[in-house]
């Protein structure tokens, strides 16, 4: 059983950086594929981001790739997601998730948090 919880978003200007953090409890996170999400007012949830458990693979979003970057401290048992050149587009609850497979890209993952709201003003 994994357990995660979100935290960093808040209200940013365009072109700022927010970080966002997602804990997770378990041992066995470090073994986990982690990726993040995010979900706008009137669509469907889409994906971000997502990294393998060593960090060796990582995939992003077309939307965000150049902007956005995410990382892993199993030490720590967290996840980041570094978001930079924010634009109004990017306004969105943010979900962390992770399963045991390496499902990447799709929604399919076994755990998730409850998620934190970006808000990106113009």
């Known amino acids: 059983q994994v357990q995660l919880v979100e935290s960093g978003g808040g209200l940013v200007q365009a072109g700022g950086s927010l970080r966002l953090s997602c804990a997770a409890s378990?041992?066995?996170?470090?073994?986990?594929?982690m990726g993040w999400f995010r979900q706008a007012p009137g669509k469907e949830r889409e994906f971000v981001a997502a990294?393998?458990?060593?960090?060796?693979?990582?995939y992003y979003a077309d939307s965000v790739k150049g902007r956005f970057t995410i990382s892993r401290d199993n030490a720590k048992n967290t996840g980041y997601l570094q978001m930079s050149s924010l634009k109004p587009d990017d306004t969105a609850v943010y979900y962390c998730?992770?399963?045991?497979?390496?499902?990447?890209?799709?929604?399919?993952?076994?755990?998730w948090g409850q998620g934190t709201q970006v808000t990106v003003s113009s």
């Open positions: 378990g041992r066995t996170f470090s073994t986990y594929t």
């Open positions: 990294i393998s458990w060593s960090g060796g693979s990582i």
């Open positions: 998730a992770a399963d045991p497979r390496g499902t990447y890209y799709s929604p399919l993952y076994r755990y």
